[in-house]
């Protein structure tokens, strides 16, 4: 697990975070993270934990993350954004914190 939360970091998620298909979890919640919501989660297909709440992201949260079906924890909050609407949960099968 990469547990960054509550270190105090700023500034952007680097898009080099992206190469990182094998992550499994990550927890940057707590900073002050700002920036677009990153785009390149749904190219973590093994991930299966994501906590980005207490940060200060905007933008367009990618429905793909919905799509990503070994997640079973994901924390999202504060995130400025144009109106969201929650796509199908079907193909996270494996959710179990919302």
Known sequence: MSSLHYNHLTGSIPESFGKLKYLTRLSISGNNLAG?????????????????????????????????????SLMISDV????FSFPSFANITSIETL
């Open 80 to 83: 400025e954004t144009s109106p």
């Open 36 to 72: 677009p919501f990153p785009n390149f989660i749904k190219y973590w297909t093994s991930i299966n934990s994501l906590s980005f709440y207490g940060n200060n992201f905007w933008g367009y949260i990618p429905p793909e993350i919905f799509n990503l079906s070994s997640l079973s």
